[in-house]
């Protein structure tokens, strides 16, 4: 059973920045994708940044450019480095994995597992 638990959360003044963490365990396979979602209060829960097995990433425009993701394989963690943070980022942020490179990253029904969220609140 594949495990993701996220860290990094808190909150931060608009500007400044924030590195998420999500420790991904219980899973085999050598192909994946890993992404972080967010879903803000009123709102549905919408793709943020996604990266496969392959090294394809893809971005939501809203973080082009402010937000990168990368994957640390060999500790198995998932990172979103996010910089000049607006308050708009406000959110619970959720990572998710499925154990396949998926044609759309950013949907979230094509994932399987998820963690449980972390918080991020940026204030203006």
């Known amino acids: 059973q594949v495990q993701l638990v996220e860290s990094g959360g808190g909150s931060v003044q608009a500007g400044g920045s924030l590195r998420l963490s999500c420790a991904a365990s219980g899973y085999t396979s050598s192909s994946y994708t890993m992404g972080w979602f967010r879903q803000a209060p009123g709102n549905e829960r919408e793709g943020v940044a996604a990266i496969d097995s392959d090294g394809s990433i893809t971005y939501a425009d809203s973080v082009k450019g402010r937000f990168t993701i990368s994957v640390d394989n060999a500790n198995r963690t998932l990172y979103l480095q996010m910089n000049n943070l607006k308050p708009e980022d406000t959110a619970i942020y959720y990572c998710?994995?499925?154990?396949?490179?998926?044609?759309?990253?950013?949907?979230?029904?094509?994932?399987?597992?998820w963690g449980q969220g972390t918080q991020v609140t940026v204030s203006s």
């Open positions: 998710a994995a499925d154990m396949a490179a998926l044609l759309l990253p950013l949907l979230e029904s094509q994932y399987d597992y």
